[in-house]
């Protein structure tokens, strides 16, 4: 597994997979323009998971993997205070090899290193799963705050 910074030129494969991934909610900001203007506002903060060559998948069904082929991603931001965690997504072929986990700790390291010592992230209720996981990686769910959001204009799937 070869894990390095994303870039827009992997916007197809990380939409394809966020797609196919339960726990992502696409919204219109999600767009090629929109995840190129999050980059370049937040560089080196986002991350992909990507194949090296040839493996064997979690249920161990020898199967010809592409070079390349992405398979997770994570992206940051921050706001100078708190950093902001999301898209975490592994491809359901490759889950449960800690590629989540090394995903999370580069995007972490990487927000440390700006300074950030504090990140929050949102997760779907129904998303028991990925409650799970960021339970299990010291994440601390929040009873004691309520998130507002507000639409400047007319898209509600902004």
């Given at each position: 597994m070869?894990?390095?910074t994303m870039?827009i030129?992997d916007?197809?494969?990380?939409?394809?997979?966020?797609?196919e991934?339960q726990?992502?909610?696409?919204r219109?900001?999600?767009?090629?323009e929109g995840i190129?203007?999050?980059?370049?506002r937040?560089?080196?903060?986002?991350?992909?998971?990507?194949?090296?060559?040839e493996?064997?998948?979690?249920?161990?069904?020898?199967?010809q993997e592409?070079?390349?082929?992405?398979?997770?991603?994570?992206?940051?931001?921050?706001?100078g205070?708190r950093?902001?965690?999301?898209?975490l997504?592994?491809?359901h072929?490759h889950?449960?090899?800690?590629?989540?986990?090394?995903?999370?700790?580069l995007c972490?390291e990487a927000?440390?290193?700006?300074?950030?010592?504090?990140?929050h992230?949102m997760?779907?209720?129904e998303?028991?799963a990925?409650?799970?996981?960021?339970?299990s990686?010291?994440?601390?769910?929040?009873?004691?705050i309520?998130?507002y959001s507000?639409?400047?204009?007319d898209?509600?799937?902004?």
């Amino acid at each position: 597994m070869r894990y390095r910074t994303m870039t827009i030129n992997d916007y197809e494969a990380a939409i394809a997979l966020w797609s196919e991934s339960q726990g992502v909610r696409l919204r219109d900001a999600d767009s090629r323009e929109g995840i190129e203007k999050y980059l370049l506002r937040n560089p080196g903060l986002s991350f992909v998971a990507e194949l090296e060559g040839e493996g064997e998948s979690k249920e161990g069904d020898r199967n010809q993997e592409r070079a390349g082929e992405l398979v997770g991603t994570i992206m940051a931001g921050h706001d100078g205070k708190r950093g902001y965690v999301q898209h975490l997504s592994v491809s359901h072929t490759h889950r449960r090899l800690g590629i989540a986990t090394q995903l999370v700790s580069l995007c972490l390291e990487a927000l440390k290193n700006e300074g950030i010592l504090k990140s929050h992230l949102m997760i779907l209720p129904e998303n028991e799963a990925a409650q799970r996981f960021w339970a299990s990686q010291g994440w601390a769910y929040r009873s004691d705050i309520l998130l507002y959001s507000f639409v400047n204009g007319d898209n509600h799937n902004v």
